[in-house]
Structures are given as C-alpha cells and as structure tokens.
C-alpha cells in the first residue's frame, strides 16, 4: 500500500468510524474540496471541512461508506463508494484525492453523478 492509498484509508475507515478528529487529521489545514464537473469550490480548509461533517454526515447514525473501487496513481486516490445515509438514503460516490507532499490530502473532487 502506498502513502497515498494509506492515508485515504486511514480517513475512510475514520468517516465509518464516526471519528471527526481522526478525519479531520487526514487534511491539510488548507484542504479544498471541489464539485466535479463544474469545479465549484464548496470546502476551503480544515475547519469548514470539520465543520460540514460534524453537522452533515456524522450526526448520522448508519452512515457507512463501502468501497466498492479504487484506483491509485502516484499521489492521486480515486474512490468509488456506496455510502449509506440512513434507512431511506444511499448514494454512490467517486471521489478524486489529492496527497500533498507532507502527506495529507489537500484536495479533493466530489463528482456529481447528474
């Protein structure tokens, strides 16, 4: 497993866990997170990132995301996921990240799937 794939898992298996600050360690304080196609900026660093998921995902009981792909090149993770909301919502996620050299994700790209 490369550094790259480690700490994608690392903050993959921390959202299953519920575990803001072990999450949050994963980023770069000056993370930004990307809405793919359009490229719309909707996080700008580590505290708006822990501050969406404390309030949007990890208030949620069944959250769960189960890897279903990844793809590793070089410092770049591509995940496809089946996340679980709660009883009534799942999704399917891809999501693009980007490890900096100090090794922490500094970027990612959300694709929207419509």
Not at 16 to 42: E, G, I, Q, W
Not at 69 to 83: K, L, M, P, Q, S
Not at 108 to 113: E, K, L, N, T
Request: hydrophobic share 50%; charged share 25%; with cysteine.
């Amino acid at each position: 497993m490369t550094a790259a794939e480690r700490i994608v898992q690392a903050q993959l298996d921390a959202y299953n866990a519920h575990d803001l600050a072990a999450f949050t360690a994963c980023y770069a304080d000056d993370v930004k997170v990307y809405r793919l196609p359009s490229m719309a900026l909707s996080l700008d660093g580590k505290a708006a990132l822990a501050e969406h998921y404390a309030r949007h995902r990890f208030t949620l009981p069944l959250l769960h995301a189960a890897l279903l792909a990844r793809i590793v090149h070089g410092n770049r993770v591509i995940d496809h996921e089946d996340v679980t909301l709660d009883e009534a919502r799942r999704m399917r996620a891809v999501a693009i990240y980007d490890v900096n050299a100090d090794g922490l994700i500094g970027a990612v790209w959300f694709v929207d799937s419509e």
